[in-house]
């Protein structure tokens, strides 16, 4: 291949799986040992994946958002980092400059089910469950599960 979507900039752990690299865009992340990261996956800079971490297809990972270690991301989950986006600032089109990111954190083995939204600023206590299709908007509790729009405690997991 030509173009390796896998920037220089990117610092891969051992045995990382990228099944299909031509379909990933990866640039300026981290993504820790025996991770494996799915088909049309984008990982941002200054982001980081942990050790034994599985990124679904279709998944956005944005600057500012750390996944620690033994986390699932279902397909299809999107990561937020500005609460108040918007096209253009005094007429012009933004730049990295007329905003600041607002840093995420999903907490060792937890699981984030597939189309999930989550919204930056928040925490996602370790081993806590997001339902599929679930727009979170606040922490999550360590070992809770939540689901919905927005996201609410369903249930709490038996430890374990």
Known sequence: ADHMPIADSVRLG???VIH?????NLYGCTVGDGSKIGAFVEIQKNASVGRLCKISSHTFVCEG???EDEVFVGHGVMFINDRYPRATADGTLQT????HV??????RGASIGSGAV???GVTIGA????GAGAVVTRDV????????????????QPRG
Do not use: Q
């Open 96 to 99: 990295e400059t007329d905003w």
């Open 118 to 120: 989550i919204l930056c």
């Open 20 to 24: 299909h690299p031509a379909l990933v």
């Open 141 to 156: 509790p360590e070992g809770a599960v939540v689901a919905g729009v927005p996201a609410r405690v369903a249930a709490r």
């Open 14 to 16: 051992r045995e990382v």
């Open 127 to 130: 081993r806590a469950l997001v």
């Open 102 to 107: 607002v840093p995420t954190r999903v907490c």
């Open 65 to 67: 958002v750390t996944i």
